[in-house]
C-alpha cells in the first residue's frame, strides 16, 4: 500500500467499514461512494491523456487565431494563452488534492462547504451548462459525420433529414460510450491521445511545407491584424476567457482524481496536459493558419473547412481526417460535459439514479436543448452566457477552495459526508455563509450581465459606454472569484463554526 501512502483511506478493511455505515443514507450510492486502492488506477498518462482528449478540438484550435484576428501577433497570442491556462490550473489543483485524498466525487466534495443538501446547488449549476454544451459539441460532431457522409456518398444530401440522422448517429454512439462508465470514458481517452496528437501534428507539417518554412509562415502572420489594438485593450478579455474556457472543470476535477494512484500521478498528469496541449494545439492553430493565407491567399480559421478542402480530392484521406475529427470532439464531450453532470445528478437521488442513469438524463436534455436553435439564434450571445456562467462558477469555487485549504486544512470526516444529519447538515442541510458568499459576489455581475445579453451584435465583446456598475462584468470569474473567498473567509472566522459544524451524537 506505500503507493497509495497520500491517501486519506489506504487500507480496504476501514474503506469497507465506512461504505457499510454509510449504505443506508439516503446520501449513498456506489457511483458516489469514496473510491479505494483497487480502483486507482490512472496513472500520469492516463490524467495526462485526459486533458490531450479535452484540449484537442476545434474550440482550442479557433481561440488562437480568433486572439490574433482581433488584433494580437503570434506570441502575444500564444503568451496570453499559455498564462491563462497556468492561472486555470492553480484551482484545478487545489480541488483535485481532495478527489485524490478521499476518493469522492465533487457533488460529494462539495457537501463539506455547502451542506449536504446545498450540495445539489452547486452540483446542477456545473450540471446544466455540460448538458447545454454536450448537445452543441453533438450538434457539432454530427455535422462533420454529415459532411462526411455527403463526400463519401453524393446521394447523402438527397436523404430526408440526413442532418439531424448524422446528429442522431453521433449521439447514439457517445450513449454507448456512457453506458460503459467512467473506466469507459478513461479507455477512449487514452486511445484517442495519440491520434489527435498526430492529426495535429500532420497539420502542423503541412503548414510549414506548403508554407515555404517556419520563417515565411509566422512572417506571413503578421497580415492576420485587422486593426492596430492595442495589446493590454485585448490581453485582459482575452486572458478572461482563456481561463474561463476550463473554469467549470476546476469545479468537478475530483470526478477525475479521485481514481489517481497518487497525488503525484494528478498533479504531474495536469500539469503536463493542460498548459502543455492547450499552448501546443493554439499554436498548431495560429501556424497553420498563417500558412493558409500563403497558399490559399486567405485566412481559413476553421480546421474542418480546411481539411476539407486539402482532402476533397482523396476520399480515404478525407475519411481520416473526419473520423480524427470526430473523435476530437467525443473525447472532449465525453470528459468535459458527462462525466461531471452523471455524477451531479447522481447526487440529486442517489437511490435512484447512478452514473450511468445520470449520463442519459444527460444526452436527453442535451437533445431537448435544441443546439441547432441554440447556435442559429443566439450565437452572438453564447460566450456572454459562457461568461455569465463562468462567473457563477467561480463564486462556487472559490468557496470550495477556501473551505477546504484554510477553513478546514484539508481535513474532512468522510463518513459524515454521507451522514444527511452528520457534521456537514448545517442548518437544514444548507450552509448560509457559502450561499451568502456566492449571492454577493455573483449580485455584482448581475446588471453587466443584463447589459451584455440585451445589446445587439456585441459578439461577446465588451459592451459600449457602460456604467461603473455594469463594467464589473467585464472581470467576471475574476471579481466573484475573489469576492465569494473573502467573504466567505470573513463569515468562517465569526465564531469559528464553519469549520466545525455540529456533529450528530455518536449513537446514531
Given at each position: 500500500?506505500?503507493?497509495?501512502?497520500?491517501?486519506?483511506?489506504?487500507?480496504?478493511?476501514?474503506?469497507?467499514?465506512?461504505?457499510?455505515?454509510?449504505?443506508?443514507?439516503?446520501?449513498?450510492?456506489?457511483?458516489?461512494?469514496?473510491?479505494?486502492?483497487?480502483?486507482?488506477?490512472?496513472?500520469?498518462?492516463?490524467?495526462?491523456?485526459?486533458?490531450?482528449?479535452?484540449?484537442?478540438?476545434?474550440?482550442?484550435?479557433?481561440?488562437?487565431?480568433?486572439?490574433?484576428?482581433?488584433?494580437?501577433?503570434?506570441?502575444?497570442?500564444?503568451?496570453?494563452?499559455?498564462?491563462?491556462?497556468?492561472?486555470?490550473?492553480?484551482?484545478?489543483?487545489?480541488?483535485?488534492?481532495?478527489?485524490?485524498?478521499?476518493?469522492?466525487?465533487?457533488?460529494?466534495?462539495?457537501?463539506?462547504?455547502?451542506?449536504?443538501?446545498?450540495?445539489?446547488?452547486?452540483?446542477?449549476?456545473?450540471?446544466?451548462?455540460?448538458?447545454?454544451?454536450?448537445?452543441?459539441?453533438?450538434?457539432?460532431?454530427?455535422?462533420?459525420?454529415?459532411?462526411?457522409?455527403?463526400?463519401?456518398?453524393?446521394?447523402?444530401?438527397?436523404?430526408?433529414?440526413?442532418?439531424?440522422?448524422?446528429?442522431?448517429?453521433?449521439?447514439?454512439?457517445?450513449?454507448?460510450?456512457?453506458?460503459?462508465?467512467?473506466?469507459?470514458?478513461?479507455?477512449?481517452?487514452?486511445?484517442?491521445?495519440?491520434?489527435?496528437?498526430?492529426?495535429?501534428?500532420?497539420?502542423?507539417?503541412?503548414?510549414?511545407v506548403a508554407g515555404g518554412g517556419i520563417g515565411n509562415v509566422f512572417a506571413t502572420s503578421a497580415n492576420l491584424q485587422q486593426d492596430n489594438i492595442p495589446?493590454?485593450?485585448?490581453?485582459?478579455?482575452?486572458?478572461?476567457?482563456?481561463?474561463?474556457?476550463?473554469?467549470?472543470?476546476?469545479?468537478?476535477?475530483?470526478?477525475?482524481?479521485?481514481?489517481?494512484?497518487?497525488?503525484?500521478?494528478?498533479?504531474?498528469?495536469?500539469?503536463?496536459?493542460?498548459?502543455?496541449?492547450?499552448?501546443?494545439?493554439?499554436?498548431?492553430?495560429?501556424?497553420?493558419?498563417?500558412?493558409?493565407?500563403?497558399?490559399?491567399?486567405?485566412?481559413?480559421?476553421?480546421?474542418?473547412?480546411?481539411?476539407?478542402?486539402?482532402?476533397?480530392?482523396?476520399?480515404?484521406?478525407?475519411?481520416?481526417?473526419?473520423?480524427?475529427?470526430?473523435?476530437?470532439?467525443?473525447?472532449?464531450?465525453?470528459?468535459?460535459?458527462?462525466?461531471?453532470?452523471?455524477?451531479?445528478?447522481?447526487?440529486?437521488?442517489?437511490?435512484?439514479?447512478?452514473?450511468?442513469?445520470?449520463?442519459?438524463?444527460?444526452?436527453?436534455?442535451?437533445?431537448?436543448?435544441?443546439?441547432?436553435?441554440i447556435l442559429e439564434t443566439a450565437g452572438a450571445y453564447i460566450f456572454t452566457w459562457l461568461v455569465g456562467y463562468g462567473s457563477l462558477l467561480g463564486a462556487?469555487?472559490?468557496?470550495?477552495?477556501?473551505?477546504?485549504?484554510?477553513?478546514?486544512?484539508?481535513?474532512?470526516?468522510?463518513?459524515?459526508?454521507?451522514?444527511?444529519?452528520?457534521?456537514?447538515?448545517?442548518?437544514?442541510?444548507?450552509?448560509?455563509?457559502?450561499?451568502?458568499?456566492?449571492?454577493?459576489?455573483?449580485?455584482?455581475?448581475?446588471?453587466?450581465?443584463?447589459?451584455?445579453?440585451?445589446?445587439?451584435?456585441?459578439?461577446?465583446?465588451?459592451?459600449?459606454?457602460?456604467?461603473?456598475?455594469?463594467?464589473?462584468?467585464?472581470?467576471?470569474?475574476?471579481?466573484?472569484?475573489?469576492?465569494?473567498?473573502?467573504?466567505?473567509?470573513?463569515?468562517?472566522?465569526?465564531?469559528?463554526?464553519?469549520?466545525?459544524?455540529?456533529?450528530?451524537?455518536?449513537?446514531?
Open positions: 500500500m506505500e503507493e497509495f501512502r497520500d491517501l486519506a483511506v489506504n487500507n480496504q478493511a476501514e474503506l469497507d467499514r465506512i461504505k457499510a455505515g454509510a449504505m443506508a443514507s439516503s446520501l449513498y450510492n456506489e457511483d458516489l461512494a469514496p473510491t479505494g486502492p483497487e480502483q486507482r488506477t490512472w496513472t500520469t498518462y492516463n490524467i495526462a491523456a485526459l486533458w490531450i482528449g479535452m484540449s484537442v478540438v476545434i474550440t482550442t484550435y479557433l481561440l488562437a487565431s480568433s486572439i490574433m484576428a482581433a488584433g494580437m501577433n503570434w506570441w502575444q497570442a500564444l503568451l496570453t494563452i499559455s498564462l491563462g491556462n497556468v492561472l486555470v490550473l492553480i484551482p484545478m489543483l487545489l480541488n483535485a488534492h481532495a478527489g485524490t485524498r478521499y476518493g469522492v466525487p465533487f457533488p460529494v466534495f462539495v457537501r463539506a462547504s455547502f451542506g449536504v443538501r446545498g450540495a445539489n446547488l452547486a452540483a446542477i449549476a456545473r450540471a446544466l451548462v455540460a448538458c447545454g454544451w454536450f448537445g452543441i459539441q453533438t450538434w457539432l460532431g454530427g455535422a462533420a459525420l454529415d459532411a462526411l457522409l455527403t463526400a463519401a456518398w453524393g446521394g447523402w444530401a438527397n436523404v430526408t433529414g440526413h442532418t439531424f440522422i448524422a446528429f442522431l448517429v453521433f449521439w447514439t454512439i457517445q450513449l454507448v460510450i456512457i453506458l460503459t462508465g467512467v473506466e469507459g470514458v478513461k479507455w477512449f481517452e487514452s486511445f484517442s491521445a495519440p491520434l489527435l496528437i498526430g492529426g495535429g501534428v500532420a497539420l502542423l507539417i503541412w503548414g510549414f495589446f493590454w485593450t485585448l490581453f485582459w478579455p482575452s486572458l478572461a476567457a482563456n481561463v474561463g474556457y476550463w473554469i467549470t472543470l476546476s469545479l468537478n476535477i475530483p470526478d477525475f482524481t479521485r481514481y489517481a494512484k497518487t497525488q503525484r500521478s494528478q498533479v504531474i498528469g495536469q500539469a503536463l496536459g493542460l498548459p502543455l496541449t492547450m499552448t501546443a494545439f493554439s499554436f498548431i492553430g495560429i501556424a497553420v493558419t498563417a500558412a493558409t493565407i500563403v497558399v490559399f491567399d486567405e485566412a481559413i480559421w476553421d480546421p474542418v473547412a480546411l481539411v476539407t478542402r486539402l482532402t476533397g480530392d482523396i476520399p480515404a484521406l478525407l475519411i481520416l481526417a473526419m473520423f480524427i475529427i470526430a473523435i476530437a470532439q467525443i473525447s472532449t464531450n465525453m470528459a468535459a460535459n458527462v462525466v461531471s453532470p452523471s455524477f451531479d445528478f447522481s447526487n440529486l437521488a442517489p437511490k435512484y439514479i447512478s452514473f450511468r442513469t445520470g449520463g442519459i438524463i444527460t444526452a436527453v436534455i442535451g437533445v431537448l436543448s435544441f443546439p441547432w436553435l462556487i469555487g472559490a468557496v470550495m477552495i477556501v473551505d477546504y485549504w484554510i477553513v478546514r486544512r484539508r481535513q474532512l470526516d468522510l463518513a459524515e459526508l454521507y451522514k444527511m444529519n452528520g457534521s456537514y447538515s448545517y442548518a437544514s442541510g444548507w450552509n448560509w455563509r457559502a450561499i451568502a458568499a456566492v449571492l454577493v459576489s455573483v449580485i455584482l455581475v448581475i446588471p453587466g450581465f443584463i447589459k451584455a445579453a440585451t445589446t445587439a451584435g456585441l459578439n461577446g465583446g465588451p459592451f459600449p459606454n457602460p456604467t461603473f456598475i455594469e463594467s464589473l462584468y467585464n472581470y467576471g470569474l475574476f471579481l466573484t472569484f475573489t469576492v465569494s473567498a473573502l467573504v466567505y473567509l470573513g463569515l468562517s472566522m465569526i465564531g469559528g463554526s464553519a469549520a466545525e459544524p455540529a456533529r450528530e451524537p455518536e449513537a446514531t
